[in-house]
């Protein structure tokens, strides 16, 4: 039989991909581990292996187009397998029979009245087994009158699940309705005339020809998603206060000074920004107040041995976090040049899924933008997020005289589930004290 080659989950959240490229033709010998082709996710870019070796045939997966998860985009036939047409699946056989049993037992079942806000299931797609979902999905289905068609499964093989028919519910993508919408649409954008009705009252707001529609990527609807859900779901508590960064200034004005030159005597060995003492002062601390450095769940408090500090990088189209690693325990000038080779990867859609995915806390830092103050949203599995503003001269109290220094502000988000604000002041005034005091992040 020949070997399938399907879409993989590579990401947590991932229900659909899209091949960005294939790296062979149809026909061509590939060997077990060549790259066959890159897929992209709302967070990054990786390439897929070949599970074996011998000759690929009915590719399937055509890049550009947003493809369900497990769904097969190829075949490998080994050496001296016939070819003949495209086989099916491996699963096929079985949902075949489990369709034709939920096809008869839907015969039985009422079907739902459709209305303006209801979509009218696809009876053609849910009974001839194009569709495969578990029998507890198409009840979902049929009882709120989804189209199984229209729902990315994130089972094996692309199997639509209850959590699916759950989310797709969720995010009233079942209530699109046929409305005229005026406006221009771009290449790329959703076409009015298929817009659902919540865009349609935001549209009868504007003008005809004063706008234009661009269709949310897969990066912004899970961004979307998840801040949504962490906002409704997280009970955020808030700290703010300022740190003098005069003496931080100094001494890494000193330290990029001193740094060692590479093998090529031109280039630095390293740059250190001052979001790199932040990091690892933010990190210092969650060590040294062990019980902030938690993530919350239902059953049990997560106690971390390390600390993982997610860093948020701003690329096209979003944000991502990719993660630094046992922070605590690396050097400044480690964490410097590791923080720039993965934004540097993030930007171009390279990062691997652990390279972004988990961390125990996150930095967000938008000071370089001018920015004095803001709150950042707890994204878990995270407990805390510090938000960090710009370094600026202010006056200042000292000794009983006014003097001018360089203040930051910093303010910390906290899951109020697991870190109370005793905890969280704690924490924050042990990052404080290792800001104002850089020496002691050097030992």
């Given at each position: 039989?020949?070997v399938?080659?399907?879409?993989?989950?590579?990401?947590?959240?991932?229900?659909?991909?899209?091949?960005?490229?294939?790296?062979?033709?149809?026909?061509?010998?590939?060997?077990?581990?060549?790259?066959?082709?890159?897929?992209?996710?709302?967070?990054?870019?990786?390439?897929?292996?070949?599970p074996?070796?011998?000759?690929?045939?009915?590719?399937?997966?055509?890049?550009?187009?947003?493809?369900?998860?497990?769904?097969?985009v190829?075949?490998?036939?080994?050496?001296?397998?016939?070819?003949?047409?495209?086989?099916?699946?491996?699963?096929?056989?079985?949902?075949?029979?489990?369709?034709?049993?939920?096809?008869?037992?839907?015969?039985?079942?009422?079907?739902?009245?459709?209305?303006?806000?209801?979509?009218?299931?696809?009876?053609?797609?849910?009974?001839?087994?194009?569709?495969?979902?578990?029998?507890?999905?198409?009840?979902?289905?049929?009882?709120?009158?989804?189209?199984?068609?229209?729902?990315?499964g994130?089972?094996?093989?692309?199997?639509?699940?209850?959590?699916?028919?759950?989310?797709?519910?969720?995010?009233?993508?079942a209530?699109?309705?046929?409305?005229?919408?005026?406006?221009t649409?771009?290449?790329?954008?959703?076409?009015?005339?298929?817009?659902?009705?919540?865009?349609?009252?935001?549209?009868?707001?504007?003008?005809?020809?004063?706008?234009?529609?661009?269709?949310?990527?897969?990066?912004?609807?899970?961004?979307?998603?998840?801040?949504?859900?962490?906002?409704?779901?997280?009970?955020?508590?808030?700290?703010?206060?300022?740190?003098?960064?005069?003496a931080?200034?100094?001494?890494?004005?000193?330290?990029?000074a001193?740094?060692?030159?590479?093998?090529?005597?031109?280039?630095?060995?390293?740059?250190?920004?001052?979001?790199?003492?932040?990091?690892?002062?933010?990190?210092?601390?969650?060590?040294?107040?062990?019980?902030?450095?938690?993530?919350?769940?239902?059953?049990?408090?997560?106690?971390?041995?390390?600390?993982?500090?997610?860093?948020?990088?701003?690329?096209?189209?979003?944000?991502?976090?990719?993660?630094?690693?046992?922070?605590?325990?690396?050097?400044?000038?480690?964490?410097?040049?590791?923080?720039?080779?993965?934004?540097?990867?993030?930007?171009?859609?390279?990062?691997?899924?652990?390279?972004?995915?988990?961390?125990?806390?996150?930095?967000?830092?938008?000071?370089?933008?001018?920015?004095?103050?803001?709150?950042?949203?707890?994204?878990?599995?995270h407990?805390?997020?510090?938000?960090?503003?710009?370094?600026?001269?202010r006056?200042?109290?000292?000794?009983?005289?006014?003097?001018?220094?360089?203040?930051?502000?910093?303010?910390?988000?906290?899951d109020?589930?697991?870190?109370?604000?005793?905890?969280?002041?704690?924490?924050?005034?042990?990052?404080?004290?290792?800001?104002?005091?850089?020496?002691?992040?050097?030992?």
């Amino acid at each position: 039989m020949p070997v399938e080659v399907i879409l993989p989950k590579v990401d947590m959240d991932m229900a659909t991909g899209q091949i960005s490229s294939w790296s062979v033709a149809e026909g061509d010998a590939v060997k077990k581990g060549d790259v066959l082709f890159e897929i992209e996710t709302d967070k990054a870019a990786m390439e897929i292996e070949a599970p074996e070796s011998g000759t690929l045939r009915h590719v399937t997966g055509k890049a550009g187009v947003d493809i369900p998860v497990g769904e097969v985009v190829a075949w490998i036939y080994r050496e001296g397998e016939a070819v003949d047409s495209a086989p099916e699946p491996a699963a096929a056989a079985a949902d075949t029979q489990q369709d034709k049993a939920d096809a008869a037992d839907a015969k039985l079942q009422p079907q739902p009245a459709s209305s303006p806000t209801t979509a009218a299931p696809s009876k053609a797609a849910a009974e001839s087994g194009a569709v495969r979902a578990t029998p507890l999905a198409r009840r979902k289905a049929r009882e709120l009158g989804i189209d199984l068609a229209e729902v990315a499964g994130s089972g094996p093989r692309g199997r639509i699940v209850k959590a699916d028919l759950d989310a797709f519910s969720a995010e009233n993508t079942a209530a699109a309705t046929a409305v005229a919408a005026p406006g221009t649409v771009t290449e790329g954008a959703e076409d009015p005339g298929t817009a659902s009705s919540d865009a349609a009252k935001v549209l009868d707001l504007f003008q005809e020809g004063t706008y234009e529609l661009r269709r949310h990527d897969s990066m912004r609807r899970t961004i979307a998603r998840r801040l949504t859900e962490a906002k409704s779901t997280v009970p955020h508590f808030y700290l703010t206060l300022d740190c003098a960064i005069d003496a931080l200034l100094a001494l890494r004005k000193e330290l990029n000074a001193a740094a060692p030159l590479l093998s090529d005597h031109s280039t630095p060995a390293y740059k250190l920004s001052v979001n790199d003492f932040i990091i690892k002062a933010h990190a210092m601390a969650l060590a040294d107040i062990a019980e902030a450095n938690v993530s919350w769940t239902q059953d049990a408090m997560v106690l971390h041995q390390q600390v993982d500090v997610g860093v948020a990088v701003s690329i096209p189209g979003g944000l991502i976090t990719p993660i630094v690693r046992r922070a605590e325990q690396k050097s400044l000038s480690a964490i410097s040049n590791e923080v720039k080779d993965l934004a540097g990867r993030a930007r171009e859609r390279k990062l691997k899924t652990l390279e972004f995915q988990g961390g125990t806390t996150a930095v967000s830092n938008l000071g370089m933008f001018g920015i004095q103050n803001f709150s950042a949203v707890v994204n878990p599995p995270h407990a805390t997020i510090l938000a960090v503003g710009a370094g600026q001269e202010r006056a200042v109290a000292k000794n009983g005289k006014i003097c001018a220094a360089t203040m930051m502000s910093v303010t910390l988000s906290t899951d109020h589930r697991a870190v109370d604000g005793a905890l969280a002041a704690e924490l924050l005034a042990s990052f404080q004290r290792l800001i104002e005091n850089p020496l002691r992040l050097l030992v």
